[in-house]
């Protein structure tokens, strides 16, 4: 499940970056793909041909369009088309983006287009040309287009589908907003003809240095590949075997600095060929199980995180996530709550955020959004998972900071969900065995005459190296505040417990003057009391991720007082005001970190 091309740290490459003002033309029926019976698109409507409107209709005025990719209105890219206009917030359908730039076509020289994301479907066309298409709305893509470019001006043309189908993953309801749109940052890379295309360097559990290099292109065969850490005396190297493919496995060097959140340290690497340099930044650190504790460096470490959508604070957030964006969400983890680990939910976020993690020691669970329900029983669909983990695996295998892939949310059991994902499974385990494999459980809940038992009873477990565990008692259901600390948990010793969601809405500002009432701060604050109460009585638990760090768009959370399309679960609200909440958990994680030194 490798993509056609990794292109490794894509942004440290020769590239254009497009971001900016692109036109855009909306397109609800598909008109500039498809005909009304399937067909061949009309030309008058197919936004992708390579020409100017205007300067058509100034040459023949008996010319016909019904599009105008020059004289159209703007977007920023990247941005999802949701917050940009209000009649656009709930558009689901295609829209096209074109975008001019300027080259100089090189002799040696190959040339890629490349989206980091773009939700839901991309159809990509370079000078009237189709480049490729892309499904699937949180990973990378590149095509590429060395034959297609041309001296001077050249036009890329997108339509991006937000629709979700019946092989879509997600699938077409989630409780998160759509954003549709080229989310993601999109590049013209260039290489030479013969380029390291993919590489990545760790450490295995035995702390030997391990690593693989892949060149693309006709001279890809018997290369000398040379690998330095800067800061160490290591060199390594190693030859490409007839598939360009050159497998790395050595001591590491000596004094090596491990990666951990007290010390993120990372090394500057770089990979050469003949042809090509490729520079990376890798921080070294084992992770593995011990029975039921998780084992970072060989010593026991408790995730102490919160989860995370990838929407920026602010009113009208548009997963505009730069990097100050990331930062500052980041920081409320690590410096505001005295965390260490962040689930990224529910979908891949940007290369970016698992960069800063690396450079500020923040742990990662990283997920694809197998979220709910979605079709188990379709072959297609599990193709997709397949190649959406390995966009995800191929793109993030060199960052420390992700220790835990995850292949499913809240997922219920059943026989074709069981095949799939522990399918899955195994494939996640073939292309990266060196990181924990987890996913989302429903827990079994009992009413017994010794009160709530709770255990984990999924057929699923076999599969995973952590087990992690959504529980809302005292939210969704009837059970009171009072009653939490009380739950009889039922878990495992042979592998680590987490709790990967946990959590109560509050709108931020809303206070109980007497009892606290759902909604209120208050609420929500008692809330989190009780339940870590509750967790402290979790034999075994090894980490845990609230939901959620901020306040997020939601079309399902429509109470006119308190939610109006949010999901007011978040410790911060969408404009980071920090709720009463935040403060529980902040003093907890201190408590924690306190205790485990
Ligand atoms: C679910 C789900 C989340 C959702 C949350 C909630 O567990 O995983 O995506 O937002 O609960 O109900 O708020």
Redesign the pocket.
Known sequence: MRPEFVLTHVASRDTIDLSGEWVYSKDLYRTGLTDINGWVAKSRMQRYRDINVEAEEKKDPNSFYEFDMQRGPTMEIPNAWNSVLPELRYYVGVIWFQKEFDIKPQKDRRAFIHFEAANYRAHVFVNGQKAGEHSGGFTPFAFEITDIIRKGKNQITVAVDSFHDAESIPGSIT??DLYGGITRTPRIVFTPSTFIDDAYLQLDQNGKMIGEVRLNGDKKSNQRIEVEIAGTNKKISVTTDAHGKASIATDAPDNLKRWSPEDPHLYKVRFKSRTDNLDEKIGFRTIKTRGHEILLNDKPVFLAGISMHEEEIGENPSRNMTEAAIRKLFSEVKQGLNGNYIRL??YPHSELASRIADEMGILLWSEIPVYWSIDFLNERVLNNAKRMMGENIYRDRNRASIIIWSIA??TPVADDRNLFLQNLARSVRNMDPSRLISA?LLVERKDTEKGIEISINDPLTNSLDILAV?T?NGWYGDDKLDDLAGIIWHTPDNRPVILS?F?ADAMAGVHAEGAPFKFSEEYQAEYYRQTLRMADNIANLSGMSP?ILKDFR?PRREHPVYQNGW?R?GLISETGVRKQSFDVMAEYYKKRQSTQH
Do not use: R
């Open positions: 409780d998160w939910s529910h949310n809240e989302a959504n809302y969601e959590g939901w939601s999901n679960k």
